[in-house]
């Protein structure tokens, strides 16, 4: 479990200087990381506890999916801008005066 906690942390910080650096690939090598993470959460650390521990980690890990994709919607977003809407016009249109 210690692993992937650690797993985990990298993950973030990867993922966190990717959206202040604007780095793509830091942001997907965070993202790899923490789908390897959350794979090996499910196939090997969480059968290796019992009753309440494992709802419990359940939940917490329910939740930090759910901020993971708020925050990389949020940033994601910022960074899309509204380009000009307006009807594209053929090149070899007269151009208006």
Known sequence: MTYSLAW???AFML???GFRADARAAR???MGLLVVTIVKLFLHD???L???YRIGSLIGLAL???VVSFIYQRFLARGVSVKDESPARP???P???
Do not use: E, Q, T
């Open 46 to 48: 969480l059968w290796r």
């Open 91 to 93: 090149a070899d249109a």
């Open 28 to 30: 997907y090598a965070g």
């Open 8 to 10: 985990g942390l990298y």
């Open 95 to 97: 151009k208006p005066s």
């Open 15 to 17: 993922l966190s200087i």
């Open 50 to 52: 019992g009753g309440l």
């Open 64 to 66: 930090v999916l759910i």
